[in-house]
């Protein structure tokens, strides 16, 4: 797995910019280059029509280390399975209207301990974590500032579980950014519960950062405040439930590590209270929002794509 130093990430904001997103592509797997791609398939190849092509594979298992917040940055390595099981017996989430806020949040590899509602007016406030717009708060998924690599246009999703007997709140959505054409998408991200594949809900919303004023860029991610927050159960065996986002494409590329030149997210458990599991999956391209029904190769974070904050 590709790890890198975190560092505190910050705020910018984006105007004045628009995009049309267009193009084909095929499945997110296999080896490309620069140009139009046509439709691969389950096997991951893609072949583009202006140029020589070159091959990528992914690079390890997703660090699944107990990742956590802290109020400055930090810097961090580890390893681990990051797999986990269970019965997916755990409720489908709640809303909860009491905790409406959007966050700003940095990551290290501490492996601080998980918490709860924290309000604040400083990062000082923050044991775990840092205060962004009144809340301490983690990123699931957190991107580093870089270019996309992948024009795909069809869902890409990531695995993630909630532990048994805890909960999670997710407060606001996220996608990645490509740098290249920074705040161009407008990218449709939600979270569904893997077992049923069915849309948790409450989670879905758009970004659009060029007419959107209210979405907020943090670090290599742009993030948008859920209407209310949404209770995620672990139920009493453990849950599973995949981040998806669609909207990516020649204009405004996704991130993929089974192709060169990407850099892995830096994930955080919110001390101990998620994992990330499963080797990523995705759907066949312009097939809307939709569960992503072909298993990947891994690893769990594979793609800049969809992302989440929570506490």
């Known amino acids: 797995m ?8 910050r705020l910018w ?5 628009a995009l049309t997103v267009a193009g084909t592509a095929g499945c997110p797997s296999g080896s490309t280059t620069n140009g139009d791609v046509t439709d691969g398939g389950p096997d991951g ?12 594979a992914f690079d390890g298992s997703v660090d699944a280390a107990d990742d956590g917040l802290d109020s400055s940055s930090g810097s961090g390595s ?19 209207a009491g905790n409406d806020t959007v966050l700003e949040a940095s990551t290290d590899a501490a492996g601080d301990a998980g918490m709860g509602a924290t309000a604040c007016t400083g990062n000082s406030e923050c044991a775990s974590g840092e205060c962004g717009f009144g809340t301490c708060a983690y990123i699931s998924y957190a991107d580093a500032v870089q270019n996309g690599n992948q024009p795909f246009t069809g869902s890409l999703g990531m695995d993630f579980v909630v532990a048994a007997n805890t909960s999670i ?11 290249a054409n920074t705040g161009l998408g407008s990218i449709t991200v939600g979270i569904f519960k893997t077992s049923s594949q069915t849309l948790v809900s409450g989670t879905q919303l ?7 004023n209210t979405v907020t860029l943090i670090g290599g991610d742009y993030f948008k405040e859920l209407p209310s927050a949404v209770t995620l159960s672990g139920g009493a065996t453990s849950t599973t439930y995949t981040v998806v986002a669609v909207g990516y494409g020649n204009n405004y590329l996704d991130g993929n590590n089974g192709v060169p030149g990407w850099t892995l997210s830096t994930d955080s458990t919110g001390g101990g209270k998620i994992s990330f599991t ?10 809307g929002f939709v569960w992503p029904t072909v298993v990947d190769t891994g690893p769990a974070n594979r793609y800049g794509a969809g992302t989440f904050l929570f506490y």
């Open 2 to 9: 590709n790890c890198f130093s975190s560092r505190t990430l």
């Open 13 to 17: 904001l984006c105007a004045g910019l």
């Open 45 to 56: 190849t893609q072949s583009r029509t202006d140029g020589a092509s070159d091959s990528g």
């Open 78 to 96: 580890g390893s681990g399975s990051g797999s986990s099981s269970g019965s997916d017996s755990g409720a489908d989430s709640d809303l909860d």
């Open 169 to 179: 709140t997710v407060t606001a959505m996220g996608a990645f950014d490509d740098l």
């Open 206 to 212: 758009t970004i659009t950062p060029a007419t959107d």
């Open 278 to 287: 499963g080797t990523a999956r995705w759907a066949p391209s312009n097939g």
